[in-house]
């Protein structure tokens, strides 16, 4: 009987006869061969008994990496900031719960659920206390949707560490399902003065993270106080039991541990919109408020630290706008001096990351790829030279221009400015 190593062997040996631009089609295909039995497929085997969880294959490894800022080097976990998700192993749009990136100021809390309220108050009718139970026994809705830490990329902002992964430059965005209560229930709820035009929102965390947010009509519409997060409720690290989730918009809104929401007339001026989240301009002006995450892509396989071969490369990267739904991704192999589409694989859902996909042949010889996004709102991302353009090198957060990678003679992928 045939051995599956002996398999293996044999699409080695199909593959390597398909090789080169020629053998497209069947390279596409991977190694193929024409089967005729049960013999080429591997035998079946006993099976390990059921479990009540179900755990990752053992020849899968999958994990975040936290870093503190802005190093690009794993750290001590605590005396980690953020803890990136490593989307160059992930496929389709979803991540993983345990692998969502993870970014608190201060550490996770712990807290009972049975124990926790949220404080409504301010310019309102009434104001109220709600218990966990209350909110769970209001009306719910559920949204697929990113989150993204406005400090996404920022180490491509000055200069390009050659040996850095997609995980290191991208890894702070992710996308999972999130349900609760939508905002505009609550705010009908407490009756909240038509005068009023922003929100305060304060965590239960040691550093009360505590975000202005001003109530737009898309805001109203679309926020969420959320409870659950991929069909289960919170992890602690995301907030459990309650966060505030505003989809597309810059990750340091949503209000992780909510504890507390404050309507009234102007934006409350907390120190991390006066200290900590102001945007350095060219002139050394701070702007403050900008708050919507910008139409955004990556290329994440091939991607930096990956090694290719001459010949056929499936290019995948992930791409997602704040603004709402992307319409389409091109991708340059040559160094962004030609563009082609590249196929959406779908969903394409709105404020979600959408992935992406396009056939390449690789002629062995150096060259960058490059992807850049346009969203349904006509919103086309940046080079990075028209990005610094516009916003200068002193700002840290909102960095959206187009990720390049370079591939040397021997098929190394590395991380390059432009
Ligand atoms: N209370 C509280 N909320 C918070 C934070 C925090 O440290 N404390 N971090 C913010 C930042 S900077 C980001 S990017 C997101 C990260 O959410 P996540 O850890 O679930 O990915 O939560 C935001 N909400
Ligand atoms: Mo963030």
Redesign the pocket.
């Known amino acids: 009987m045939r051995s599956p190593a002996q398999n293996g062997g044999r699409r080695l040996t199909r593959r390597g006869l398909l090789g080169g631009a020629a053998g497209l089609a069947g390279a596409a295909a991977g190694g193929s061969v024409k089967a005729d039995s049960l013999l080429d497929v591997p035998p079946r085997g006993p099976g390990a008994p059921l479990s009540a969880t179900s755990e990752r294959s053992r020849y899968v490894h999958l994990a975040r990496t936290p870093e503190s800022t802005p190093g690009m080097r794993p750290v001590d976990p605590s005396v980690a900031i953020n803890s990136k998700a490593p989307i160059d192993k992930l496929v389709g749009s979803i991540t993983p719960t345990d692998l969502?990136?993870?970014?608190?100021?201060?550490g996770v809390p712990d807290i009972d659920p049975a124990q926790h309220r949220l404080l409504v108050h301010g310019m309102v009718k009434q104001q109220l206390v709600f218990s966990m139970d209350d909110l769970r026994a209001m009306p719910t809705l559920s949204r697929v949707a990113f989150?993204e830490?406005?400090g996404n990329g920022w180490e491509n902002w000055k200069t390009a560490s050659p040996d850095v992964t997609v995980q290191n430059t991208h890894g702070?965005i992710?996308t999972n399902e999130w349900t609760g209560v939508p905002l505009s229930y609550v705010i009908d709820l407490i009756g909240v003065d038509p005068r009023s035009t922003w929100m305060l929102a304060e965590?239960?965390?040691g550093?009360a993270?505590a975000r202005s947010i001003p109530l737009t009509d898309e805001i109203i519409a679309e926020g969420i106080l959320a409870y659950g997060q991929n069909g289960e409720p919170l992890r602690p690290?995301?907030?459990f039991p309650l966060?505030l989730f505003l989809p597309g918009f810059e990750?340091?809104l949503?209000?992780?541990?909510l504890r507390r929401l404050k309507f009234g007339d102007r934006p409350f001026m907390t120190r991390w919109e006066t200290a900590r989240y102001t945007q350095l301009q060219a002139d050394g002006h701070a702007r403050q408020f900008q708050l919507r995450q910008d139409v955004n892509s990556v290329i994440t396989s091939p991607s930096g630290m990956m090694q290719i071969r001459p010949g056929y490369n499936r290019i995948t990267g992930l791409a997602w706008s704040g603004h709402g739904r992307i319409d389409r991704v091109e991708i340059s192999t040559d160094g962004a001096k030609s563009w082609r589409e590249a196929q959406l694989a779908g969903p394409k859902l709105p404020k979600a990351q959408t992935r992406f996909q396009a056939d390449w042949v690789w002629d062995g010889k150096p060259t960058k790829i490059v992807s850049r996004s346009t969203d349904d709102k006509k919103q086309v991302q940046p080079d990075r030279a028209a990005f610094i353009a516009r916003t200068g090198t002193n700002a840290l957060f909102h960095y959206n221009a187009q990720q390049t990678w370079a591939i040397d003679q021997d098929g190394k992928v590395r991380n390059v400015l432009q």
């Open positions: 969502h990136y993870e970014r608190s100021h201060s989150l830490c406005t702070l992710s965590g239960g965390d550093s993270v690290a995301h907030g966060r990750g340091n949503n209000i992780k541990w």
